[in-house]
């Protein structure tokens, strides 16, 4: 592709914040602390998760780049970045996430495969882009259109990154062209993040505890699309010492398909009791889960406390507008790629009296 250029090995690599969790080297995949994912609404982009499948492409000139789009359509097209930009542009507050976040915890119960990412594979952050069915209409693709002219079903994108995955091939993915040229689904061919510029058959797919590397079927199952509701704390560890006395948890609530989060309930006591979270997005608008004032691709902040008094298990689970629930316990929704844990969030506090 002109003016994009992806090597083939790890010697250009693009410097990255001293503070994040490295997982793996090469490819680079890492999560920033939990306590980044809190300090802000919006993360920074050098704090936002860093997911990759192979070297960083490099961008040589962006004026040469060039978006190819073909297959099954009547007008095939190249775009630059410059054809883009003269498409009226949206802005999108949205949450991603990692398939695998909180994977580290699911290996507890068995080993699975993937990246061991804590509970930081995630992050909010305004897009701002053409939307995708903005583009396709150039193609000869209307809006609302679940199969095009010539019989395509589905948009696939095809990356310049050389990975494993793909046998030293390019990087894919695909969304249902329903989905693409839905505008209210505001799916973004993303030229901006924060405000500044930036440059699957095997894969995210959910198979029941019953199915291991053996048995399995990739043609049995859909890819996941949209994710489970979920919550996690972000200002404690997973194993604390405190003194006894008040303790305030703070963490995020997120669920997929711009499912709004109806409440987050915290447990100080193991789950014998529980108190509702004080729930918000943006500083001094309060934060309705249906509302348009709300940001419903993005995730919800929360905020709880409670006086601790001995050693016991903090909990959060959150409830979506649909009446979803996290799952209590990580064994029910244990798979063998490791993905989609949103079972109860849970640290382990050791309350420390002083001496008498």
């Not at 890492?30 to 993360?43: C, D, G």
């Not at 949205?94 to 580290?104: E, H, S």
């Not at 990356?159 to 494993?164: A, N, P």
């Not at 500044?196 to 797919?205: I, L, N, S, T, V």
Request: aromatic content about 8%; overall charge neutral; glycine content about 8%.
């Amino acid at each position: 592709m002109s003016g994009l250029r992806a090597p083939s090995n790890y010697t250009e690599e693009p410097p990255r914040h001293p503070s994040l969790i490295v997982n793996s080297q090469e490819p680079f995949n890492a999560e920033p602390p939990r306590s980044a994912l809190i300090a802000s609404y919006v993360t920074p982009v050098d704090l936002f998760y860093k997911r990759n499948h192979g070297p960083i492409p490099v961008i040589d000139d962006i004026e040469r780049y060039r978006v190819s789009i073909r297959g099954l359509v009547e007008k095939p097209l190249e775009l630059s970045m410059a054809d883009i930009r003269k498409l009226r542009r949206h802005i999108v507050t949205a949450t991603l996430q990692c398939a695998g976040n909180r994977r580290t915890a699911m290996s507890k119960v068995k080993a699975v495969k993937g990246v061991g990412w804590d509970v930081s594979a995630i992050g909010n952050a305004i897009w701002g882009g053409a939307k995708l069915a903005d583009v396709l209409e150039l193609v000869g693709i209307s809006k609302l259109t679940s199969v095009s002219p010539l019989g395509g079903k589905h948009v696939e994108f095809v990356s310049v990154d050389m990975c494993k995955e793909e046998k030293g091939g390019p990087y894919k993915g695909s969304i249902p062209l329903i989905q693409a040229t839905n505008s209210d689904a505001e799916v973004l061919l993303a030229y901006e993040m924060n405000g500044e510029g930036f440059f699957m058959q095997r894969d995210y797919k959910m198979f029941p505890p019953t199915v291991n590397w053996e048995n399995i079927d990739w043609s049995t199952r859909r890819p996941q699309m949209d994710f489970p509701v979920q919550s996690v704390i972000c200002s404690l560890e997973e194993e604390n010492t405190v003194k006894p006395g008040k303790i305030v948890v703070h963490g995020y609530a997120a669920s997929g398909g711009g499912r709004g989060i109806e409440r987050v309930d915290v447990s100080f006591d193991g789950g014998k009791t529980w108190v509702e979270a004080i729930r918000y997005q943006k500083s001094g608008i309060p934060y309705v889960a249906d509302d348009t004032s709300s940001d419903k691709w993005a995730w919800v902040l929360f905020k709880a406390e409670a006086d601790v008094s001995h050693t016991t298990e903090i909990f959060t689970k959150a409830v979506d507008i649909s009446a979803n629930v996290q799952p209590e316990n990580v064994e029910v929704i244990w798979n063998l790629r490791g993905i989609l844990n949103t079972s109860w969030h849970r640290v382990h506090i050791h309350v420390q009296h002083p001496d008498l």
